[in-house]
């Protein structure tokens, strides 16, 4: 699903345990790829600072992707 702040968190908390299984992570922002660098020191933050964020996250701001994916209803994609 597209993802927040809290998502990516225990995502980074689980990453090496993910990746010791094979399992590839990436994960889908509705954001531009700008505006995911102070995100992710959110994210770092809400996690103690005890994170990195390892795994690829993919703009979709024009949710194209989350609507091919049956992520968003085509019909409200371009709602905030």
Known sequence: TPVCTTEIGRL???YKELDSKGVK??????DAVES???WLNDVVAHCENNITIDFPIIADPTRE???KYGMLDPTIKDKE
């Not at 992570?25 to 509705?30: I, N, V």
């Open 12 to 14: 980074a908390l689980k």
């Open 25 to 30: 992570l990436a994960t889908l922002s509705c």
């Open 36 to 38: 995911h660098t102070a």
């Open 65 to 67: 992707i989350s609507v």
